[in-house]
């Protein structure tokens, strides 16, 4: 790569722009269809600034009482979604990963300023800056409001920046200890099952009063550290200029603290957790009491890797956790809304076998340059294939069927127990032969083993949302002639779920052999080009 050269004394703010501007100009080179990917993210946050930004730049027009307390919500929940949304969804961009600067001697002090700007370049921190200007453009009232607008919404948008760095920094640190990985994924777990609740209780109780409710809100906001800056440029729209440069104050004290804990999550080098601890990969531990009994081929010690992956890794104990969310949510989101649960633990097994088929379908990316050593090895594809199969299933079935068997009896329709365990085993049967298959044809880059498990890698975004929409699409055209039997029986003559039943019972089986056979000869031709693929993250 040619273009940034570190300046004498180390790299300052500039060359992390370039270099990061660069890395994503290379990232677009790569295929068209990273071009396809990126064109299409850009139209759909392109749709949401336009969407948000025409009703922030209303405000301007509004009275005050409701400008106000709109811009703060809005820019408190910007921050706030910044620094939790990549714990549990999105991930953060790594683009410039601190850990890539470790053999370079590049110091934090030089590393996290730069880091920082360079995180602005990218979809979402292009949008948030766009929706920062609206914001500005909202609260001003008076020239000088204009003007003061302007710092004091830059220093919210490099906050919620530097948040997302510094939260996802310090659980990545956090997640290196055993008891603190099953501690997060529980909070983790609770945090994403009681938000969409609260938010609907919120606005359930409040009825009528919600316009009344939600200034209460806004006014609490605006005294927290994500909504200082926002409610600052607020308070000199509405002309308390006081109270306006005291959250100021704040604000950057708020941002200050951020930058030097994300500094401080870095460590003395700079180059984040990954430097701290190079143990994960430690092949010792408890034996496996169904694999040991096998014979030692090379599909079962496959297999036996990949059981000690969904022990100990956080990357798969993030995708295991996910599984704890989805019985709950069908509980508790029905109950937040005033009603009663309903038939929704139903869908609790078919959901849990869609999720837990469905994370093998970049599993070979989690090797990462480890890969290489089926390739030296001469592994077969089959082979690798059907280890990754036999070691997830282990524990995947079981979980399954307790998810399917306890939402019947929780709506005590024991009758559809047919219905529900055949639409369960057909996702998951699916969902396995596609993941075998997709994994070998269109593996994009994941988190490297020991890294943040938080981060999207380079080039990763784009590719990510192709992949798992296709994923997802062709799992559940391939579970369809269960599902419409499945789906009948719950609205309709229970006896239909007799069909489903059997139908499931081919697919656990048939899709995932499919899957192998395929899926492995794909690996077996494209093996170089997977790793290739795979070991540049």
């Known amino acids: 790569m040619s273009g940034p050269v570190a300046a004498p004394g180390g790299p300052g703010v500039g060359t992390f722009v370039r270099l990061k501007l660069t890395l994503l100009r290379n990232g677009l080179r790569r295929s068209p269809w990273q071009v396809v990917a990126f064109v299409l993210a850009a139209v759909w946050a392109l749709g949401v600034v336009v969407l948000l930004g025409a009703g922030l730049i209303a405000l301007r027009f509004s009275s005050p009482d409701v400008a106000g307390p709109a811009v703060v919500g809005l820019g408190t929940l910007g921050v706030l979604g910044w620094a939790v949304l990549p714990l549990v969804a999105f991930g953060v961009d790594e683009t410039l990963d601190p850990a890539r600067f470790a053999t370079l001697g590049v110091r934090r002090r030089r590393l996290v300023p730069g880091s920082l700007v360079a995180g602005l370049l990218g979809l979402p921190g292009l949008a948030t800056v766009l929706l920062a200007l609206a914001a500005v453009v909202a609260s001003s009232r008076t020239p000088a409001a204009t003007v003061f607008a302007v710092p004091a919404l830059a220093v919210a948008v ?29 909070l983790g777990g609770l945090a994403l099952v009681g938000a969409g609740p609260g938010f609907n209780l919120v606005v359930g109780r409040a009825g ?62 700079g180059t984040g957790p990954e430097a701290r601890s190079t143990s994960s990969g430690h092949a010792g531990g408890r034996r496996h009491p169904v694999l040991d009994r096998l014979p030692a081929t090379p599909a079962v010690a496959v297999a036996v890797r990949c059981s000690r992956y969904w022990r100990r890794d956080p990357r798969y104990l993030l995708s295991a956790a996910s599984l704890v969310v989805i019985p709950l949510l069908l509980v508790v989101l029905p109950l937040s809304q005033g009603g009663d649960v309903g038939r929704w633990p139903l869908a609790a097994g078919p959901a849990v076998a869609f999720v837990m088929g469905w994370s093998l379908h970049n599993d070979v990316a989690y090797d990462h340059s480890a890969f290489a050593l089926h390739l030296a090895t001469g592994v077969r594809g089959r082979d690798d294939r059907a280890g990754r199969v036999l070691a997830a299933a282990l524990w995947q079935l079981p979980v399954l069927l307790v998810a399917t068997v306890a939402g019947t009896l929780l709506v005590d329709a024991p009758a559809l127990l047919p219905a529900v365990l055949g639409a369960a085993l057909a996702l998951f049967g699916a969902s396995l032969g596609v993941s075998c298959v997709a994994s070998a044809l269109v593996p994009y880059p994941a988190p490297a083993p020991g890294s943040n498990p938080f981060q999207t890698p380079k080039g990763a975004s784009a590719a990510t949302v192709l992949a798992q929409f296709g994923t997802s699409a062709a799992t559940t055209v391939l579970a369809l002639p269960a599902l419409v039997p499945a789906v009948v029986a719950l609205f309709g003559p229970a006896w239909a779920g007799w069909t489903a039943l059997p139908l499931g019972l081919a697919a656990v089986v048939a899709y995932p052999w499919v899957g192998v056979v395929q899926g492995g000869a794909v690996l077996d031709r494209r093996g170089p080009e997977v790793l290739a693929r795979v070991g540049s993250s």
């Open 208 to 269: 009528d009063g919600l316009p009344e409710v939600g200034r209460t809100l806004a006014g609490i906001a605006g005294w927290t550290p994500p909504g200082f800056a926002v409610a600052a440029a607020a308070d000199a729209a509405d002309g308390h200029w006081a109270r306006a440069l005291v959250r100021f104050a704040l604000a950057v004290v708020v941002l200050v603290l951020v930058v030097a804990g994300w500094a401080l999550a870095l460590g003395p080098a």
């Open 158 to 186: 490099l906050t919620a920046v530097a948040a997302s760095r510094a939260t996802t920094t310090a659980a990545a640190a956090l997640l290196r200890r055993r008891r603190t990985r099953d501690a997060v994924a529980i």
